[in-house]
């Protein structure tokens, strides 16, 4: 069938373009259905110094290019848009992309999880000019400088004390009068003498024209407003994965994540996860890739498998034989 593949690929992130490289070494002929926004948070980043192999540090989108451009030269196809909608209730799997059904023998979804932003305008210009979501990618440029931390929760606490290894001065701002944090991470944080705490207040602007010069803060209570000099702000309230389409196909969390087992196989059999959109403990690029690696070599023997059990004689080479 013109629109059939044995492998689909759903998703263009660190993940995503590992299992495309994987699959598409491996004779899978995998289809990379990316996204509007292909490239994943990479994408977003302005420096990547913790990615293996690049001891200078690498720009997100630049490392994001050369792995796809890896992925093509295996035979990866791409496809710049999203998937409206999938089918896993019978295999062959379809995939909806615009007004044309994509079938596949096996699926890989790995379409990430998106940071929650504060929703301002200044935030989203400044992101990777000193505005972050996640400290641990970013907390070395931040050595011996003031950051803000935005939230109250486990992420925030996290970002907090990740940051407070580098930065000199912690400032974290909650809209409440008490941290929704853990009591573990609750006293950690308020033992750290490099952070302290300003309550009942929001960020509502962020101020800076080329990087990050400070942020205008308002208390809830009384509307005083009131400005803060940093370098750098952390925006520590969650995250989202990006499932939205498979609600009701795939089993998920309480959080939207998807639920996986033995590694990377879903509640369907021949759909696999990778990466943020079911990791929602690490969230590091190299952990996403590596877990893209996994999927496409669940993939493969699956695929294998199911050769076999057709009695179709030559099986495709092996992602490992292919390595």
């Known amino acids: 069938m013109e629109n059939h593949r044995k492998l689909i690929i759903i998703g263009s992130g660190s993940a995503g373009l590992t299992a495309a490289i ?34 200078e540090g690498i720009l997100g989108p630049e490392l994001m290019e050369k792995m796809r451009r ?17 089918d896993f209730t019978s295999n062959p799997f379809k995939i909806k992309v615009g007004e044309t059904t994509y079938n596949a023998d096996a699926v890989i979804v790995a379409t990430g999880a998106s940071p929650k932003w504060l929703g301002l305008q200044s935030e989203r210009r400044l992101i990777g000019r000193g505005v972050s979501s996640c400290a641990t990618c970013d907390a070395p440029f931040f050595k011996g400088k003031t950051v803000v931390v935005v939230g109250g929760g486990d992420t925030a606490m ?23 944090a853990s009591k573990i991470m609750q006293d950690r944080a308020f033992r750290n003498p490099r952070i302290r705490f300003i309550w009942n207040s929001v960020v509502f602007d962020i101020l800076g024209e080329n990087t990050v010069s400070g942020v ?23 995250y989202q994965p990006n499932t939205e389409v498979f609600a009701g ?28 959109v079911h990791d929602h403990r690490y969230r590091q690029a190299v952990t996403a890739a590596a877990s893209g690696c996994e999927a496409a070599m669940d993939a493969e023997k699956y695929l294998e498998g199911k050769e076999d059990q057709l009695g179709a004689g030559v099986a495709v080479e092996t992602l490992s034989d292919a390595a």
Request: aromatic share 10%; charged share 25%.
């Open 70 to 86: 890896q992925a093509e030269r295996f035979g990866a196809e791409f496809i710049d848009t999203d998937a409206s909608a999938v």
């Open 22 to 55: 994987y699959a598409a070494r491996g004779n899978l002929n995998p289809l990379v259905i990316t996204g509007f926004a292909w490239g994943g948070q990479l994408i977003l980043t302005t420096e990547v110094e913790n990615f293996p192999g690049f001891p």
């Open 158 to 180: 996290e970002d907090a004390l990740f940051l407070s290894k580098f930065a000199s001065d912690v400032i974290v701002v909650h809209r409440r009068d008490k941290l929704r």
């Open 216 to 238: 205008l803060i308002r208390n809830i209570h009384t509307d005083d407003t009131s400005k803060i000099g940093c370098q750098g702000v952390f925006v520590g309230i969650g």
């Open 249 to 276: 196909r795939i089993d998920l969390d309480e959080k939207g994540y998807i639920i996986t087992r033995n590694g990377t196989e879903t509640s369907v059999k021949g759909v696999f996860a990778a990466g943020d």
